[in-house]
């Protein structure tokens, strides 16, 4: 009886757990991460560990100062798995690096340096592919620039400006590749909606200009002086020297409550007279001498101006700089049109298409010119940054 009654018993068993089995969902592989900026870490960690020579060769080979060879190959190799990193981040939405907003101006953003040499690395590998003829592989990795620039985003202004500076570097190098595509109508096509399409979402300093007034008024308080006058000695990082320190207790002394509630008044005032400035219509000329205006005019022997100037960025500089990205972005965008008249007529236009996208510095049509080689978008207003007129050569297939 008891031998029947444990053969019963481990026959309900086997019973249920085939049971339990067969009505238990498929266990699911975990999805990938939904935040890029998690990816692009990663990327980070797979880099080569490669010396100054071999960075400064990528770097030169994604600025077209040297041309991919079997060196700039070695190196990209190496750098495969960070590119696969990037890849994936660039087919994910959302991107958040979990920047420390608490610790104001003492944050530390150690991914920037990073983001630049990953530019490198992917405007290099598209030079490289498109010396071996596959343009829509390099093209792609062109836009991956423009993707990495929006996921860097505008947390900050030191965010926002590597952002500048990654987009920058990204349309240099679709300007050096579209000459080469020119006689290519898909391609070229392709690549045009892809770029119009990635550029849709647009990031402009007024986010972080306000997130780091919100900072800057903070700091500016008298439970916040210590804090205040260690940025102001430059010793962010937590670096405290005796010499300095000796400096931070003359500030910390030096700065009273009045003196203080005046600077956050006029670094205020100043501040939103920027962000007018950058939310009006206007000619570039007039909005950069406006600009320059507010961040450059202070009285130096005013403590509570010099104390508000201190914290005010130089956003003439950064004016300009969106103003290059835009119109190099449009500058593209022409070229790409051009090369299109040309493939449908044979030839080079004599004139500029009409309904270009303009340059910006001027607010007119980029001048047009053709060159033995190709042509050249130059522009009618002055880049006053640098006081020069920048212009864009596109070099064409014959």
């Known amino acids: 009886m008891k031998k029947i009654f444990n053969r019963l018993h481990t026959k309900?068993?086997?019973?249920?757990?085939?049971?339990?089995?067969?009505?238990?969902?498929?266990?699911?592989?975990?999805?990938?991460?939904?935040?890029?900026?998690?990816?692009?870490?990663?990327?980070?960690?797979?880099?080569?560990?490669?010396?100054?020579?071999?960075?400064?060769?990528?770097?030169?080979?994604?600025?077209?100062?040297?041309?991919?060879?079997?060196?700039?190959?070695?190196?990209?190799?190496?750098?495969?798995?960070?590119?696969?990193?990037?890849?994936?981040?660039?087919?994910?939405?959302?991107?958040?690096?979990?920047v420390r907003y608490s610790q104001g101006f003492e944050c530390l953003l150690p991914q920037m340096a990073q983001v630049r040499f990953l530019t490198f690395v992917l405007a290099a590998d598209a030079r490289m592919r498109a010396s071996d003829g596959d343009y829509k592989g390099a093209l792609e990795r062109c836009l991956m620039t423009?993707?990495?620039?929006?996921?860097?985003?505008?947390?900050?202004?030191?965010?926002?400006?590597?952002?500048?500076?990654?987009?920058?570097?990204?349309?240099?190098?679709?300007?050096?590749?579209?000459?080469?595509?020119s006689r290519d109508e898909e391609?070229?096509?392709?690549?045009?909606?892809?770029?119009?399409?990635?550029?849709?979402v647009d990031i402009y300093p007024i986010r972080p200009l306000k997130i780091e007034m919100e900072i800057v008024t903070d700091l500016m308080q008298m439970e916040n002086v210590e804090k205040t006058a260690r940025i102001l000695t430059d010793s962010s990082i937590g670096i405290i020297t005796g010499s300095n320190q000796k400096k931070i207790k003359g500030i910390v002394k030096a700065i009273d409550g009045k003196t203080l509630e005046q600077a956050r008044g006029i670094y205020l005032e100043r501040m939103n007279s920027v962000l007018v400035v950058l939310c009006t219509p206007m000619p570039y000329e007039l909005a950069y001498a406006k600009l320059k205006q507010l961040s450059d005019d202070f009285d130096t022997n005013d403590p509570a101006e010099a104390l508000a100037g201190t914290f005010i960025p130089a956003f003439a500089?950064?004016?300009?700089?969106?103003?290059?990205?835009?119109?190099?972005?449009?500058?593209?965008?022409?070229?790409?049109?051009?090369?299109?008249?040309?493939?449908?007529?044979?030839?080079?236009?004599?004139?500029?298409?009409?309904?270009?996208?303009?340059?910006?510095?001027?607010?007119?049509?980029?001048?047009?010119?053709?060159?033995?080689?190709?042509?050249?978008?130059?522009?009618?207003?002055?880049?006053?940054?640098?006081?020069?007129?920048?212009?864009?050569?596109?070099?064409?297939?014959?």
């Open 12 to 98: 309900m068993i086997f019973i249920s757990l085939v049971v339990m089995f067969a009505v238990s969902p498929v266990l699911a592989i975990p999805p990938d991460p939904d935040n890029a900026a998690l990816l692009y870490y990663q990327g980070f960690l797979s880099l080569a560990d490669l010396d100054k020579d071999a960075r400064d060769h990528i770097a030169d080979v994604a600025r077209g100062e040297i041309a991919p060879d079997d060196t700039t190959r070695e190196y990209i190799n190496k750098c495969k798995g960070a590119i696969q990193f990037a890849e994936a981040a660039a087919e994910v939405l959302y991107c958040n690096w979990g």
């Open 146 to 181: 423009v993707t990495l620039a929006r996921h860097i985003g505008d947390d900050t202004i030191i965010s926002y400006l590597v952002t500048l500076s990654v987009r920058k570097l990204g349309y240099k190098c679709m300007q050096d590749i579209v000459g080469q595509i």
């Open 187 to 200: 391609l070229l096509r392709w690549f045009k909606n892809e770029l119009v399409t990635s550029n849709a």
């Open 317 to 398: 500089k950064i004016y300009a700089q969106e103003t290059m990205r835009r119109t190099s972005f449009n500058a593209v965008i022409t070229a790409i049109e051009i090369c299109l008249s040309r493939i449908k007529t044979g030839k080079l236009p004599d004139e500029l298409p009409k309904n270009m996208p303009k340059d910006l510095f001027s607010g007119k049509d980029f001048i047009y010119k053709k060159t033995d080689d190709g042509f050249i978008l130059r522009c009618q207003g002055k880049y006053l940054q640098k006081d020069k007129i920048h212009e864009y050569e596109f070099t064409v297939k014959k």
